[in-house]
């Protein structure tokens, strides 16, 4: 079982900036892909960005890119997703997600964190 705590988020000002972490219960490499998603209300969950054991990133073809970056931190089991540039439209729950070599889709989660941007 992989467990995976986020930590955080938080309300802040739009133009400003926040930088998630997500603490994984296992040796990252034996994970196949780290993500972070979000979901905001009334809309479906989507992929914000993405992370491959061998530290390939992927972003969403979203308002995110360019403004948000994935990285982690083998040492400490660790991976962070750093925003910048918040805007309103951007307040949602993110969500750190871990997919194990032996499935096709992201079949771990964390709670989630809040992300609220004030305009």
């Known amino acids: 079982q992989v467990q995976l705590v986020e930590s955080g988020g938080g309300l802040v000002q739009a133009g400003g900036s926040l930088r998630l972490s997500c603490a994984v219960s296992?040796?990252?490499?034996?994970?196949?892909?780290m993500g972070w998603y979000r979901q905001a209300p009334g809309k479906q969950r989507e992929l914000v960005a993405a992370?491959?054991?061998?530290?390939?990133?992927?972003y969403a073809d979203s308002a995110a890119k360019g403004r948000f970056t994935i990285s982690r931190d083998i040492a400490k089991n660790t991976v962070f997703l750093q925003m910048n540039s918040l805007k309103p439209e951007d307040t949602a729950v993110y969500f750190c997600?871990?997919?194990?070599?032996?499935?096709?889709?992201?079949?771990?989660w964390g709670q989630g964190t809040q992300v609220t941007v004030s305009s």
């Open positions: 997600a871990a997919q194990s070599w032996t499935s096709i889709r992201y079949d771990y």
């Open positions: 296992v040796n990252i490499f034996t994970i196949k892909s």
């Open positions: 992370i491959t054991s061998g530290g390939s990133t992927n």
